[in-house]
T-cell receptor, first 115, second 114 residues
Framework: GAGVSQSPSNKVTEKGKDVELRCDPISGHTALYWYRQSLGQGLEFLIYFQGNSAPDKSGLPSDRFSAERTGGSVSTLTIQRTQQEDSAVYLC?????????????FGEGSRLTVL | AQSVSQHNHHVILSEAASLELGCNYSYGGTVNLFWYVQYPGQHLQLLLKYFSGDPLVKGIKGFEAEFIKSKFSFNLRKPSVQWSDTAEYFCAVNALTGGFKTIFGAGTRLFVKA
């Protein structure tokens, strides 16, 4: 597709379960971001992939969160042993070219609800 | 660490009123600055951006923003708002010293009364 694609769009899970969220960026975009959007919290930076460089993981809130990007394209954000405070909309964005000057293109987000 | 502060979390205006949303960032050095907008039920999209040159930049739908380096500010303005401007507005920054990752402010929810 032409835009950033995220799946699932909605995920309801029980506390303690693991979840995986997927992002398929725009073809050719070298940068990929994950953000978390909670009510009143704005967009919280989680992780940033840029080309073949080591990802910037400085925003991951705990070691229960991890992400990978395979082949410079699709990315998966994994949350282990989910907690209720993990409930939020998880947004993926991609951009091109590298060097920070690119506009971010966002997906629709994955809404996670932890019961 | 870089950070972005948006002064107003909620703003309510009547149609035709003027708008100014404040944004400050905590960075020395060269920065790239952005405003993004999220209309109800839609995904985030770029409103305008500043990289270099004229510090007054114009974006879509009559919005503009002014970069004042000495104040570390990038305030968003619109002379006359419309009901359709009801949305959440996010200021964002990236810079070389931050590895060019884009950091967002907390957002400002604007409600325009018809």
């Amino acid at each position: 597709g032409a835009g950033v694609s995220q799946s699932p769009s909605n995920k309801v899970t029980e506390k303690g379960k693991d979840v995986e969220l997927r992002c398929d960026p725009i073809s050719g975009h070298t940068a990929l971001y994950w953000y978390r959007q909670s009510l009143g919290q704005g967009l919280e930076f989680l992780i940033y992939f840029q080309g073949n460089s080591a990802p910037d993981k400085s925003g991951l809130p705990s070691d229960r969160f991890s992400a990978e990007r395979t082949g410079g394209s699709v990315s998966t954000l994994t949350i282990q042993r989910t907690q209720q405070e993990d409930s939020a909309v998880y947004l993926c964005a991609s951009s091109f070219p590298s060097g920070g000057s690119g506009e971010l293109f966002f997906g629709e987000g994955s809404r996670l609800t932890v019961l | 660490a870089q950070s972005v502060s948006q002064h107003n979390h909620h703003v309510i205006l009547s149609e035709a009123a003027s708008l100014e949303l404040g944004c400050n960032y905590s960075y020395g050095g060269t920065v790239n600055l952005f405003w993004y907008v999220q209309y109800p039920g839609q995904h985030l999209q770029l409103l305008l951006k500043y990289f270099s040159g004229d510090p007054l930049v114009k974006g879509i739908k009559g919005f503009e923003a002014e970069f004042i380096k000495s104040k570390f500010s990038f305030n968003l303005r619109k002379p006359s708002v419309q009901w359709s401007d009801t949305a959440e507005y996010f200021c964002a920054v990236n810079a070389l010293t931050g590895g060019f990752k884009t950091i967002f402010g907390a957002g400002t929810r604007l409600f325009v009364k018809a």
